[in-house]
Nanobody
Framework: QVQLVESGGGLVQPGGSLRLSCAGS????????MSWYRQAPGKERELVAA????????NYADSVKGRFTISRDNAKNTVNLQMNSLKPEDTAVYYC???????????WGQGTQVTVSS
């Protein structure tokens, strides 16, 4: 029973920052790649950032490169997304996901709302 709980969302002005966190339980956290996805109203769900099980490699959507940073702490079973220089187009529900390996199903958290507006 994989469980993922996101936190840290909220309302922020353009140019501001937020740090999202995801706490995992019910699985061997260090064996799973972790990712953040987002979905804005009227738009398709998209991958924002991903990190390998050991944290040695990361990748990002082109739209967030240089602004967002994904990290993980396997000792605490957490993955984070530091979001800087936020733009209104970053407004979305952000979801934490876990996946054992390529070709397997992802597990999803409940999501946390991020709103970037003045």
């Amino acid at each position: 029973q994989v469980q993922l709980v996101e936190s840290g969302g909220g309302l922020v002005q353009p140019g501001g920052s937020l740090r999202l966190s995801c706490a995992g339980s019910g699985f061997t956290f260090s064996h799973y790649a972790m990712s953040w996805y987002r979905q804005a109203p009227g738009k398709e769900r998209e991958l924002v950032a991903a990190i390998t099980s050991t944290g040695d490699f990361t990748n990002y959507a082109d739209s967030v490169k240089g602004r967002f940073t994904i990290s993980r702490d396997n000792a605490k079973n957490t993955v984070n997304l530091q979001m800087n220089s936020l733009k209104p187009e970053d407004t979305a529900v952000y979801y934490c996901t876990a996946r054992r390996r390529i070709g397997t199903m992802r597990s999803w958290g409940q999501g946390t709302q991020v709103t970037v507006s003045s």
